[in-house]
């Protein structure tokens, strides 16, 4: 090895004993370059023979692309002298490449002269752009540890190394490493690391001396491994310790067997000298005797294979005879004491010549305890590892240039990275992938996010940000802790920052504060009146619809409490005192309608849902009540039983007109065709008369009564209220007499509406009759017409109307007014106030059905003693062209030729209407029905001209049987007659003005104009 260490050389068969026997490539070049001798591992490598030189020929081994370099640094260092380092590939025997390190320097003769250059060639093949990262615990390490830079410039001193050389960091950390080396060591150790530098990743160990602080010198042994390539590293790292005594030990045997006995029995550590053929115990020294237990006399009577296990002695035998047995072994191994017990060790060996033997010399260190001490460090980290690994929360760290040297899944996880190596970047780049805000959306700079501020020593505390991913948009709530860690001179040598995952929780606390927001909503907005009390039922809340049922603000009720004056009537205070005492028992179903005052005095009708709030002990705590006005609705409900009977009176009513018409028909026709056949002066002209009148008088009954029943069958027009009052103005003074003044008073730019005039007429003779028998001692009927808007707020209070534009009708007397209860049923059938035989009570009925049916609103209000005003509310229609036909005077009844077919139920009006037509010249068919209609129709072979029929029958209804005769008699007119109809013919009673219709009871002069002016309508 002397050639390699600078010494003189040894003679040539040890040299390249040596040399065989490294494994490096090893080579000779002349002071001129040419390569003089190559190793057994160059040629075997190149395919060459033993022996061979390459002389200036080493080119050819070279890869082309890297001739050019290699050679350029080659000529370099040997026209300079420096020594020379290159990474360059050479072929294999098998035409391969691999990369190997080339390192050379020169030896110089006593003059300087360069006698020779000694290089190495190590295979960097497997090492090259591989990546590892190094992470140690050095703090707890058992030996020292520095980080040095590639110049030797010590970047980290571990407090291990700082004990054993005596520097402060502040005066170790920065120097050059080799300044504290022995001269005499510092070519040798310089040499071996500017090889090291060449090999990332590789390792050498060296003996060396170095200067203690105090100024002597320490034997170190150290081994350093090149991590510089390690972006979580970037330095050299070199563990070492004193090694002092055992380099003392060895320098004694090598001065002489006298100063090596004394070295050896001196040292402090088992030593001992074995034979290497037969293994034999040959010295020990006392610390051995002394560790071991054994004798000096036992151990010289055994063999190094006692005092290991049994089952350790193969593996022994095997590194004692396998390959470099002669070169210098370390290791730990087990080693049995003299009792029984097995401990670890640590040994040291070499060879030497002992006694004219070829024996080897070992250094036996006790290493249990300290091996003992790293696994339990190793079980510690593996169990943080674990920890770390499992934990639901991510954790990151990083040094202090900013990259992040690891994640543990849960961080790559929120992050979104499929593995570690794509996480591990610079903190710079990170920012590109991500953005961070704070919660309202305020963007975080890169240099204020939790790592930077870590890295420059701040501690983060739960600190709540935004995390969003710039390429997805996917955010995430994060919560962030972290803190630096400091080295033993303060400076922050690594950053660690945790944060947790609160998007769900951020999520639901968002959804629980939006639900209690809608409640607060609903809270103010629902239409219950909501009172909470105290458990000494004083008010504690009241929200707006309780300010609006009450008219109380809720600064004026807020404490109020028992008997509650202001809003319970004096005359309910002694029910709620056990109502109170019920829900102070728990009484769940304690609920009350009762009476109530407003601020402004009125008072109104609420009813009270309380529910008793309680503790877990079923302790009362206080009442929460909801409370709905009832006032609006009680008014309503009676309304409604008011109108479900008038409903009720009117079925009745138009029942009852319905089959009297029928009656009606046959009596005032037969009765009308006896007048018209007796001559004036017959006797019986004058009974038949009085008949006549009597079946007119009940026709005007039951239009009246289907007038109330909204039955009768309207023929609406649109109209001008001021002309109709106008019109029936001279009739209505002659109705109420001289004593009644008349007055009217009719807007201008007076609204139309849609009505029947006769209808309306009847109202206005109906109303001023009413008007007259109020004032049989005189007075005034006024009569007035204007245009009104009905707003909600009245529809909502008259359910029978509806809001919008409205032409009015009022009529007002002077006479003597009603009293409420008398006012509640004037609109009833039959209901009067007047005395036997002076009123049917139908006439304020039929008001009120003809409004209903005309789709208006009737209302009424009197005062006893003052009057009464009616007032008839019909809506507005649009003005349309043209006015109403005009009637000519009476003619001569018209006759006809055509065949008419008679379809009514009942037999005596059927009869009847065949006895008109047929006097009229028409001829007839008949059936009694809308099935029997049918039949006659298929058997009749002409033509049928006309159909009349009435419109409800039992089994086939008149309209239907007016379609299917159409079908098979294209052309057929058709007359509807009947005394009322729901039937599509009429809809709700209107008149349609395509539908011919005639109403019961008729005439005969009726019909028959009625069968002509259908006949000679125009074909559609």
């Known amino acids: 090895m002397a050639v390699l260490t600078g010494e003189a050389p040894p003679d040539g068969f040890v040299f390249e004993d040596i040399a065989d026997a490294m494994p490096h490539m090893v080579w000779l070049a002349g002071p001129d370059g040419g390569t003089t001798y190559h190793n057994r591992r160059i040629l075997e490598y190149a395919g060459l023979p033993a ?286 004491w003299k009792d029984g017990s097995v401990r670890d060790v640590e040994v040291a060996d070499r060879s030497l010549a002992f006694g004219g033997r070829l024996a080897r010399l070992v250094l036996a260190l006790d290493a249990t305890d300290r091996l003992r001490a790293e696994r339990e460090l190793e079980r510690g980290l593996a169990r943080l590892r674990a920890v770390v690994e499992t934990m639901a929360d991510g954790l990151v760290y990083a040094d202090p240039e900013g990259n992040l040297l690891d994640w543990n899944p849960a961080a790559l996880r929120l992050h979104g990275y499929a593995s570690p190596d794509e996480a591990r970047r610079h903190l710079s780049s990170f920012a590109d992938t991500f953005t961070l805000s704070r919660p309202d959306g305020t963007p975080v700079p890169p240099r204020d996010w939790p790592m930077p501020r870590v890295l420059r020593g701040e501690a983060v505390t739960d ?120 829900i102070r028992a728990g009484d769940m179903a304690a609920h009350s309608v009762n009476l109530n005052l407003t601020k402004d005095g009125r008072t109104i009708t609420c009813e009270w849902f309380n529910t008793p709030l309680l503790d877990e002990g079923g302790r009362f705590t206080g009442l929460l009540c909801l409370a709905q006005d009832l006032t609006a609705r009680l008014l309503l409900e009676e309304q409604f039983r008011q109108a479900q009977k008038m ?23 037969y009765s009308d065709i006896v007048l018209g056949g007796l001559p004036p002066g017959d006797p019986n002209r004058g009974l038949v008369t009085e008949i006549h009148r009597a079946g007119e008088r009940s026709a005007g009954l039951t239009r009246q009564l289907l007038a109330f029943s909204r039955k009768q069958v309207l023929a609406p027009k649109v109209l001008d209220l001021n002309a109709v009052v106008g019109d029936t103005a001279s009739m209505l003074r002659r109705v109420i007499g001289e004593d009644v003044k008349l007055s009217t008073t009719t807007a201008s730019g007076l609204w139309p509406v849609k009505a029947d005039p006769g209808q309306v007429e009847q109202i206005l003779l109906n109303l001023a009759v009413n008007a007259r028998d109020a004032m049989p001692t005189g007075g005034k009927l006024t009569i007035e017409t204007g245009n009104v808007e009905l707003d909600e707020t009245y529809a909502a209070s008259h359910p029978d109307a509806r809001p919008g534009p409205h032409v009015l009708l009022a009529v007002s007397d002077t006479g003597c007014g009603m009293t409420p209860e008398v006012r509640a049923k004037i609109f009833e059938p039959f209901f009067t106030t007047k005395g036997p035989g002076k009123g049917t009570g139908l006439g304020l009925a039929t008001v009120y059905g003809i409004v209903k049916q005309s789709g208006g609103h009737v209302d009424v209000y009197s005062e006893v003693g003052v009057g009464t005003t009616f007032k008839v509310y019909l809506p507005r229609t649009e003005p349309t062209g043209g006015g109403a036909k005009s009637h000519s005077a009476l003619r001569a009844l018209p006759r006809g030729t055509e065949t008419v077919l008679v379809v009514e139920d009942d ?56 379609e299917r005769l159409a079908e098979r008699h294209p052309g057929l007119r058709v007359l509807f007659v009947s005394g009322y109809t729901d039937d599509a013919v009429v809809r709700h009673g209107v008149l349609h003005e395509s539908v011919n219709f005639l109403q019961k009871p008729f005439t005969p002069a009726a019909l028959a104009w009625k069968v002509r002016e259908v006949l000679d309508q125009p074909s559609t």
Request: net charge negative; with cysteine; glycine share 8%.
């Open 463 to 582: 600190e709540k940000y935004v995390l969003r991913r710039r390429d997805t948009g996917a955010e995430r709530v994060m919560r962030y802790s972290g803190a630096p860690v400091r080295g033993p001179g303060g400076d922050v040598e690594l950053g660690v920052v945790t944060f947790h995952d609160v998007t769900d929780r951020k999520r639901a606390e968002a959804e629980r504060d939006a639900l209690l927001a809608r409640l607060q909503v609903q809270f103010e907005r629902m239409p219950l009146a909501y009172v909470q009390f105290g458990a000494d039922l004083r008010v504690t809340d009241w929200n707006p619809a309780a300010e609006r049922i009450f008219g109380f603000r809720k600064d004026e009720v807020l404490g109020m409490g028992p008997p509650y004056e202001r809003i319970v009537p004096a005359s309910f205070r002694a029910e709620a005192e056990p109502l109170l005492a019920r």
């Open 51 to 336: 022996g061979v030189t390459l002389g200036a020929g080493w080119e050819r081994l070279v890869h082309p692309d890297d001739v050019p370099a290699t050679r350029a640094t080659w000529l370099h260092s040997v026209g300079t002298g420096e020594p020379f380092e290159s990474e360059y590939r050479l072929r294999r025997h098998d035409g391969a490449y691999r990369w190997f390190l080339a390192r050379a320097h020169t030896q110089l003769d006593g003059r300087g002269e360069v006698v020779r250059w000694v290089g190495t060639c190590t295979d960097i093949e497997d090492q090259k752009g591989a990546e590892s990262r190094f992470r140690a615990i050095i703090e707890k390490s058992f030996d020292a540890v520095d980080l040095i830079a590639p110049d030797g410039t010590i970047l980290y001193s571990s407090p291990a190394g700082i004990r054993l050389l005596g520097y402060p960091q502040d005066e170790d950390v920065g120097r050059n490493g080799f300044e504290l080396m022995h001269p005499d060591d510092m070519v040798r150790v310089r040499a071996e690391f500017e090889r090291l530098l060449a090999t990332p990743g590789g390792s050498a160990d060296t003996v060396h001396r170095a200067r203690h602080r105090d100024a002597h010198y320490l034997w170190l042994e150290a081994r350093a491994t090149n991590l510089l390539h390690d972006p979580a590293v970037r330095a050299v790292v070199v563990n070492f310790r004193d090694v002092s005594d055992r380099v003392a030990a060895e320098e004694q045997l090598r001065e002489g067997e006298r100063r090596y006995r004394e070295l050896f029995d001196a040292s402090p550590h088992p030593m001992w000298v074995y034979d290497a053929e037969t293994l034999r115990f040959l010295a020990v020294n006392d610390a051995a005797v002394e560790c071991y237990g054994y004798t000096r006399d036992e151990f010289l009577d055994m063999r190094v294979t006692d005092i290991r296990p049994p089952e350790d002695v193969p593996a022994l035998l095997a590194a004692i005879q396998g390959p470099g047995a002669a070169l210098q072994r370390r290791g730990v191994w087990r080693h049995r």
């Open 647 to 669: 409903e009720a009176f009117g079925q009745l009513a138009g029942g009852v007109a319905h089959d009297f018409n029928n009656l009606l028909t046959i009596i005032n026709g």
């Open 907 to 962: 037999a005596a009006v059927r009869a009847l209407t065949r006895h008109i037509l047929q006097s009229a010249g028409y001829a007839v068919l008949e059936a009694a029905g809308g099935d029997e209609a049918l039949r006659v129709a298929a058997d009749h072979a002409g033509r049928i001209d006309l159909l009349v029929t009435d419109v409800v029958m039992p089994g086939l209804g008149g309209r239907a049987a007016a």
